[in-house]
């Protein structure tokens, strides 16, 4: 999936999202899903692996590529 949109668009939210290289047009793979607080652990643009809340995840719109 590539990120295509936020739906939340605070200062605090898009700096946090910068800082985990989450930004418009990334590229991102759901590699788990931990169902005790439903958080994701990401790959992001083939590189990183993130932990995302699903706060977050709930506040990036993707798109299937």
Excluded: P
Aim: aromatic share 8%.
């Amino acid at each position: 999936s590539v990120i295509v949109g936020v739906n939340e668009h605070g200062t605090e939210f898009l700096q946090y999202l910068e800082k985990l290289n989450l930004i418009l047009g990334s590229k991102l793979v759901v590699l788990d899903t931990f169902t005790y607080d439903n958080s994701l652990l990401v790959r992001v643009n083939d590189q990183s692996e993130q932990t995302i809340s699903a706060k977050v995840a709930k506040n990036i719109f993707v798109q299937k590529i």
